[in-house]
Antibody, heavy 120, light 107 residues
Framework: QVQLKESGPVLVQASETLSLTCTVS????????VIWVRQPPGKGLEWMGIIWRNGNTDYNSALKSRLSINRDTSKSQVFLKMNSLQTDDTAIYYC??????????????WGQGVMVTVSS | DIQMTQSPPSLSASLGETVSIECRASEDIYSNLAWYQQKSGKSPQLLIYYASSLQDGVPSRFSGSGSGTQYSLKISGMQPEDEGVYYCLQGSKYPPTFGGGTKLELK
């Protein structure tokens, strides 16, 4: 079955770089895009960026200068790196799979999320 | 970017009550709208896609409707397990954007 699982450090120092991994199973990264979404404590969902099935990427314009998303298709892993972290980057970070059909575009499967705290 | 305005921000419903949550887009999104439920401490779960199509395994008391810029999610008969925060997501134009969320509680 389709699964996504985020992993990475739960505590990062301000000004440092966050590195997260999304390991997927049950589908191929060459058939689906993977998106990163974050959620600050008690707040809503923010789309961060996507690595498309062809390997191209798109980023939230507010994060573009700090964010990169890559993948290793042989390992079924997607990587998020975001530098110059600040305390307001404290959030739960989710990876999710995109789904596109004649019935629209949406995110169908989500990982459990990883809570990342940025410490000053 | 398309702005998604969700209302109300919160509501409280009694057991069995019918509940409606609205999402308004800043431009026509051609029914390219999904609804998610997020229970406390869990990741979002897909309920509805393409405005009115029910995701497999989702109870039939959930329904979606709308077109153009106005969409709604209806829960016909509130159940305790329906407590959570509900979000809409537009997928018509990149970047995809979420509504601000509606917190639903059992009265």
């Amino acid at each position: 079955q389709v699964q996504l699982k985020e992993s990475g450090p739960v505590l990062v120092q301000a000004s440092e770089t966050l590195s997260l991994t999304c390991t997927v199973s049950g589908f191929s990264l060459t058939n689906y895009g993977v998106i990163w979404v974050r959620q600050p404590p008690g707040k809503g969902l923010e789309w961060m960026g996507i690595i498309w099935r062809n390997g191209n990427t798109d980023y939230n314009s507010a994060l573009k200068s700090r964010l990169s998303i890559n993948r290793d298709t042989s390992k079924s892993q997607v990587f998020l790196k975001m530098n110059s972290l600040q305390t307001d980057d404290t959030a739960i970070y989710y990876c999710t799979r995109d789904y596109y059909s004649s019935y629209g575009y949406y995110f169908d499967y989500w990982g459990q999320g990883v809570m990342v705290t940025v410490s000053s | 970017d398309i702005q998604m305005t969700q209302s109300p921000p919160s509501l409280s419903a009694s057991l069995g009550e019918t509940v409606s949550i609205e999402c308004r887009a800043s431009e026509d999104i051609y029914s390219n709208l999904a609804w998610y439920q997020q229970k406390s401490g869990k990741s979002p779960q897909l309920l509805i896609y393409y405005a009115s199509s029910l995701q497999d395994g989702v109870p039939s008391r959930f329904s979606g409707s709308g077109s153009g810029t106005q969409y709604s999610l209806k829960i016909s008969g509130m159940q305790p397990e329906d407590e959570g925060v509900y979000y809409c997501l537009q997928g018509s134009k990149y970047p995809p954007t979420f509504g601000g969320g509606t917190k639903l509680e059992l009265k």
